[in-house]
């Protein structure tokens, strides 16, 4: 079956401390997965996908497939960070997405 | 407008009571997704639209839940005979293309009483 895990569902830390939010996915084939983030306030929007091997906002994720995990991390955690992550599998073929439960991230001054 | 936009933002019902929650994707897009969000469920998905057809309704959790898309834009997700535990955050998202990218609605508080 296809499942997304985070196993925290808070992640409190200070403000310049390092960060990582975990994910880990089950999956029988070629797993392409993203981290969403929703802030106050604001709508559910992408953060980052494992296929553009990109660093947003600081951000960056490695697709381990030997661990089967996609965990989120940023080296100094800001308080503009606080917010609610999603980590998600796309399934299927075109854009269905299996999202984990989600972690929040509060980042303290 | 330039964002999914979804109505009402809030709907308080009494059990048993139908329901209909509406979704305008952004313009041009053909892909549009249904999905629910339970408190320290995640996001469920709940159904697929691609043009008018639904390919992919895997998700609808009863036969008490339908949706619709016409024009290939507006999409109404119906809830017949509603039940408390359908009380959730309904997100309609849209997207164009396979690149992953979702655009989500602000979604639809539906309180069941």
């Known amino acids: 079956a296809q499942r997304v895990t985070q196993p925290e569902k808070l992640l409190s830390v200070f403000k310049g401390a390092p960060v990582e939010l975990k994910c880990n996915y089950s999956?029988?084939?070629?797993?392409?997965l993203f981290w969403y983030v929703q802030y106050s306030r604001q709508r559910l929007q992408l953060l980052l996908r494992h296929i553009s091997r990109e660093s947003i906002k600081g951000f960056t994720a490695d697709l381990n497939k030997g661990e089967t995990s996609f965990h989120l991390k940023k080296p100094f955690a800001q308080e503009e960070d606080s917010a609610m992550y999603y980590c998600a599998l796309s399934s299927g073929g075109y854009n269905k997405l299996i999202f984990g439960a989600g972690t929040r991230l509060a980042v303290h001054p | 407008g330039a964002g999914v936009s979804q109505s009402p933002s809030n709907k308080v019902t009494e059990k048993g009571k139908d329901v209909e929650l509406r979704c305008d994707p952004i313009s041009g897009h053909t892909a549009l997704y249904w999905y629910r969000q339970s408190l320290g469920q995640g996001l469920e998905f709940l159904i697929y639209f691609q043009g008018n057809s639904a390919p992919d309704k895997s998700g609808l959790p009863s036969d008490r839940f339908s949706a619709e898309r016409t024009g290939g834009s507006v999409s109404t997700l119906t809830i017949q005979r509603t039940q408390q535990e359908d009380s959730a955050v309904y997100l309609c998202?849209?997207?164009?293309?396979?690149?992953?990218?979702?655009?989500f609605g602000e979604g639809s508080r539906l309180t069941v009483l």
């Open positions: 998202a849209s997207s164009f293309g396979q690149t992953g990218e979702l655009f």
């Open positions: 999956y029988s084939g070629s797993p392409e």
